[in-house]
C-alpha cells in the first residue's frame, strides 16, 4: 500500500508544483506592491531554505531496501557480462530483464522485456525457471537444442532475491565438446577393434607362414612380404582415416569462419594427382573468377580429395573423372542444377542444410565412369565402413571412411551432400558451401 501511495504521489507531484509556483508567483507580486525590501528578502529566505533542503537531500542515506529497490534488477548487467557463458536474468513473470553479449549472440535475441518462452522451449528449463522465482530452487537441466548439428548444453538455474524482487539467473555452458570426446572414443575403439582385426589376423598367419613352411624358400617369402606391406599399408590407411575423422568430429558443432577460394582449392588437389602415375584422365571445369565460400581450405582439400580418389578407383583405365566447379544460387537451385542431371539415375541426399532459404551456394561436383550404384545402396553412402564392394563379395581394399569424412566436413560447414548414380553410367558426387557475402 505504501508503495502504491508513493507512486500515486509522484504522478501528482507535477501539478502540485506548478499551483504552488503559481501562488508564490502571486505572494511575490503582493510584496513587492507593498513593501519592496521585505520582499527581497522573503525571497532570499527562500532561496536559503531551497538550498538547504538540496543540499540536505544530497546526503540523506535512504535504508537498504529502497535503495536496491531504485536500483533496480537491470543494474546486475555487468556481472552478467563478466560471465563468459550465455547468462539471463528473469524477473518473477518470466521476462529477460538482462542478458549478456554471450547470451544474445547465441540465442539470436536483442530486445529485452520479452519473455523467456520467445527464445528458449525447452521444458525443463521453463520449469527450472519457475521453481527458481517461485520457490528458491536451484537445478541444472541438460538439454539438446535443435540447431543444424547435435549440441548439448548444460543450464544452470539459480534464484537471485534482490530488495524485494525476486529473479532467476540462468547461466548455460556447451557441453557438446565433451560429450562428443566420449562418445567418439567409445566408437573409436569400437570401430577400430572390428576394422583392424582382419588385416592383423592376416599379418598372423603370414608371419606364421614365413615363420614354418616357407622359411627356406625365398620366393614364397618375397610375396608373403609383399602382402604383409600391403596388408601393414591398409592399417595404416584405416588409422589415419579414424583419426582424421575424430578431428574432425571433435569441432563439427563449431562452424568454420575462414574464407576459401573453392575453385583454387579443386585446381591444387588435381594438380598435386597429376604427379601420380594413373590411367584416368581429370579435368577441371571451373569458372574464370574465384568461387569464394565460407570455409576452412584444408578440410575443403580433404573433401574434393576423397571425392576424386573414389571416382578414380572406380573409373576404368581411359576413363575420365570430372571436377566441376560452380555456384548454383540457393538450396533447392543448387539441388536441381548440380545434382539432378541424369534423367534415368537415382537420386539421393545423404545431407541438407537446414537453413538453405536466403543463403547462396557454391558446389563441387565430382563425375565419374564407373559401374554406378544400385539405388538400395544410395542412402547408406556416408555411414562408417560402409562398402558396396564388401555387400557385393568384390573388395577393393578401402577404408569406408573416405565419405564419411566428407559428410562431416560438409556438415561442419553447414552445406549439403548429394549423390547421383546410374547403372551403367557412373556416379556423381555433388558437395555445396555457403557463399561468402563479402
Not at 542478458?99 to 525447452?122: C, D, K, P, V, Y
Not at 553412402?381 to 573416405?402: A, C, M, V, W
Request: proline residues 4%; contains cysteine.
Amino acid at each position: 500500500m505504501e508503495r502504491g501511495a508513493s507512486l500515486r504521489g509522484l504522478t501528482k507531484a507535477p501539478a502540485l508544483a506548478w499551483i504552488a509556483a503559481a501562488v508564490a508567483m502571486a505572494v511575490a507580486l503582493w510584496a513587492f506592491a507593498t513593501h519592496a525590501v521585505a520582499a527581497l528578502l522573503m525571497m532570499a529566505a527562500f532561496g536559503a531554505c531551497f538550498w538547504a533542503a538540496y543540499e540536505a537531500r544530497r546526503f540523506t542515506i535512504t535504508s537498504e531496501p529502497e535503495r536496491i529497490e531504485a536500483v533496480g534488477l537491470a543494474e546486475l548487467t555487468p556481472l552478467l557480462e563478466a560471465l563468459p557463458d550465455p547468462a539471463l536474468l528473469i524477473d518473477d513473470q518470466r521476462r529477460i530483464v538482462s542478458s549478456n553479449a554471450a547470451a544474445r549472440a547465441q540465442m539470436q535475441f536483442e530486445a529485452r522485456g520479452q519473455f523467456l518462452t520467445s527464445i528458449l522451449r525447452h521444458p525443463d528449463v521453463l520449469e527450472a525457471a519457475q521453481a527458481a522465482v517461485s520457490s528458491g530452487e536451484r537445478r541444472a537441466v541438460t538439454f539438446e537444442a535443435p540447431l543444424d548439428v547435435e549440441r548439448r548444453t548444460r543450464c544452470s538455474v539459480a534464484p537471485v532475491i534482490w530488495g524485494a524482487e525476486r529473479a532467476a539467473m540462468l547461466v548455460f555452458h556447451d557441453e557438446t565438446a565433451r560429450v562428443t570426446t566420449e562418445r567418439m572414443r567409445a566408437d573409436f575403439l569400437a570401430n577400430a577393434s572390428h576394422e583392424l582385426r582382419t588385416p592383423l589376423a592376416s599379418l598372423t598367419l603370414l608371419i606364421e607362414t614365413i615363420a614354418g613352411p616357407a622359411r627356406d624358400n625365398a620366393q614364397d617369402r618375397g610375396r608373403f612380404l609383399t602382402m604383409m606391406q600391403a596388408q601393414a599399408d591398409r592399417m595404416r590407411r584405416l588409422i589415419d582415416d579414424l583419426l582424421s575423422l575424430s578431428r574432425i568430429e571433435l569441432d563439427e558443432h563449431v562452424p568454420p569462419s575462414d574464407r576459401a577460394d573453392l575453385r583454387a582449392v579443386a585446381r591444387e588437389v588435381i594438380d598435386t594427382l597429376s604427379l601420380s602415375k594413373s590411367a584416368v584422365r581429370v579435368r577441371v571445369a571451373a569458372p574464370d573468377t574465384p568461387v569464394v565460400v565460407v570455409g576452412d581450405r584444408f578440410q575443403l582439400a580433404q573433401v574434393v580429395q576423397n571425392l576424386v580418389d573414389n571416382a578414380i578407383k572406380y573409373t576404368p583405365e581411359n576413363g575420365e573423372v570430372l571436377v566441376e566447379v560452380g555456384i548454383g544460387g540457393d538450396r533447392d537451385e543448387t539441388t536441381a542444377r548440380a545434382g539432378r542431371r541424369w534423367s534415368g539415375a537415382g537420386h539421393v541426399a545423404l545431407l541438407t542444410p537446414t537453413a538453405g532459404v536466403m543463403r547462396r551456394y557454391a558446389y563441387v561436383r565430382v563425375e565419374d565412369q564407373g559401374p554406378g550404384i544400385a539405388m538400395q545402396f544410395l542412402p547408406r553412402l556416408g555411414e562408417r565402413f560402409f562398402r558396396i564392394e564388401r555387400e557385393l563379395g568384390d573388395e577393393r581394399g578401402g577404408t569406408g571412411l573416405g565419405l564419411a569424412i566428407v559428410k562431416h566436413i560438409v556438415n561442419r560447414h553447414r552445406g549439403g551432400l548429394l549423390v547421383e548414380s546410374e547403372p551403367g553410367r557412373g556416379s556423381a558426387f555433388i558437395a555445396y558451401i555457403e557463399v561468402t557475402d563479402g
